[in-house]
């Protein structure tokens, strides 16, 4: 069965820290994409990436990086952490490369909070 | 820019009945639309894909329609179950924007016994 595994299911950081939060899927997957989800906003996208060392900027990239040095592997890093940033994290991927188009598979999430 | 809006933000039914929630979005029309459902604590999981040029998608007892003309799409729930009570999700995938889904916001079903 497929599987996306994000590191941490909770998380608590202090602001200014540096959060590194981990995904890893295990479908051979092209494409990865990091989204963060809030209450009344939905889901939104932040990066995604449909190859190594390939990244695009999604609707709220500020304040966020990410890093794919493995095909399996999509980190997201908060250069540095701000309250405003407290919210779920959801790691996805899917086939498909630049052209995607296939469903996504998610993680259960790294609910996240900067005090 | 692209707009998503997803009938309302909770809906609910009694058991046995037919759940329809909707998804209207605006501007360009999306090459494909997928359904996803999400439970309290989880990511979504995929459920439906239907192309632009079909009208209707079924698998088991949902039933996705895509009209174009509309700018809509319905997802329907025929005989619900207390079990299909989660929060539905649609996102339309646009050519004009680039390699992402575009998520709404979602529908909440509840459906009670």
């Known amino acids: 069965d497929v599987k996306v595994t994000q590191s941490s299911r909770y998380l608590v950081k202090r602001t200014g820290e540096k959060v590194f939060l981990e995904c890893v899927q295990d479908?051979?997957?092209?494409?990865m994409f990091w989204y963060r989800q809030d209450p009344g906003l939905g889901l939104r996208l932040i990066y995604f990436s449909y190859d190594v060392k390939m990244k695009e900027k999604g609707d709220i990239p500020e304040g966020y990086s990410v890093s794919r040095e493995k095909k399996e592997r999509f980190s997201l890093i908060l250069e540095s952490a701000s309250t405003n940033q407290t919210s779920m994290y959801l790691c996805?991927?899917?086939?498909?490369?630049?052209?995607?188009?296939?469903?996504?598979?998610f993680g259960d999430g790294t609910r996240l909070s900067i005090l | 820019s692209q707009k998503i809006e997803q009938n309302s933000e909770a809906l609910n039914i009694q058991e046995g009945k037919t759940a329809t929630l909707t998804c209207n979005y605006t501007n360009y029309s999306p090459a494909y639309l997928q359904w996803y459902r999400q439970d309290p604590g989880r990511g979504p999981v995929f459920l439906l894909l239907?192309?632009?040029?079909?009208k209707e998608k079924r698998k088991e007892r949902l039933k996705v329609t895509f009209d174009t003309t509309l700018k809509q799409s319905l997802f329907h729930i025929t005989a619900s179950q207390p079990a299909d009570s989660a929060t539905y999700l649609c996102a339309p995938f646009f050519n004009q924007a680039g390699t992402a889904l575009i998520f709404g916001k979602g529908t909440t079903l509840s459906v009670s016994s």
């Open positions: 239907i192309r632009e040029n079909e």
């Open positions: 996805a991927s899917g086939s498909g490369g630049p052209e995607g188009n296939q469903p996504q598979h």
């Open positions: 479908m051979d997957h092209e494409n």
